[in-house]
Each structure stands twice: as structure tokens, then as C-alpha cells.
């Protein structure tokens, strides 16, 4: 099994910045692609970003393409996700997950484990 824990999250004025965290423990995360999505008050669950097992392939979403950057530190189990030029419409419950793959996944229900989410709020 597999736990994660987001931490970064808060309150951020549009232009500004924030970095997410999502620490993991049990079973070796090197192994497990990685995800980060995020979810606003009564809209779906949206991709944001993705990462292989080896951190060399990424993808994004195009609405954070520039922005964001996924990355992870494998020696210490953690994946993080630097988000710059925020804008109001970022504002969401962020959600990093991980699956057993070695490709990139983007679709959430093939992710096996997931965060408690934390929330970010940028205001304009």
C-alpha cells in the first residue's frame, strides 16, 4: 500500500506562486508513475500534470502548460508540483495520485492511491 500527503496549499494572489508537496510512504515510489489533478466546487476532477516512473516523460495539461511543472525526488518519495503565473481559475482542491505503470497516465481511474488533496485559492 501506498500513502501520499499533499502540503503547500493556501491562499495566493494572481501572478503569484506556490509550490505543492506530496509525500509518500510504503511500497518504493520510484516504481509508480505519478499524478497530480484537481477538483473546483461542482465542476469534474481535471488532469493537471503527469510524470513516468523515471520522471523523463511529463505531460500537462494545456491550461497550465508554461506554469506548472511536475517533478519528483525519488531518494526521498516525494513529487512536487511548482505552480507559477496563477490565475483565479486555478483555484481547486489539488490531488496527487500514483499507480503501478511506467508510462504516463492522465485518466484518474487508473490511478491506484491518492492524497487527501489540499486546497489552493488564488484570488484576483
Known amino acids: 500500500q501506498v500513502q501520499l500527503v499533499e502540503s503547500g496549499g493556501g491562499l495566493v494572489q494572481a501572478g503569484g506562486s506556490l509550490r505543492l508537496s506530496c509525500a509518500a510512504s510504503g511500497r518504493t515510489f520510484s516504481s509508480y508513475a505519478i499524478g497530480w489533478f484537481r477538483q473546483a466546487p461542482g465542476k469534474e476532477r481535471e488532469f493537471v500534470a503527469a510524470?513516468?516512473?523515471?520522471?523523463?516523460?511529463?505531460y500537462y495539461a494545456d491550461s497550465v502548460k508554461g506554469r506548472f511543472t511536475i517533478s519528483r525526488d525519488n531518494a526521498n518519495n516525494t513529487v512536487y508540483l511548482q505552480m507559477n503565473s496563477l490565475k483565479p481559475e486555478d483555484t481547486a482542491v489539488y490531488y496527487c495520485a500514483a499507480v503501478a505503470a511506467l508510462g504516463v497516465v492522465t485518466v484518474y481511474w487508473e490511478y491506484d492511491y491518492w492524497g487527501q488533496g489540499t486546497q489552493v485559492t488564488v484570488s484576483s
Open positions: 510524470a513516468s516512473w523515471s520522471g523523463g516523460s511529463t
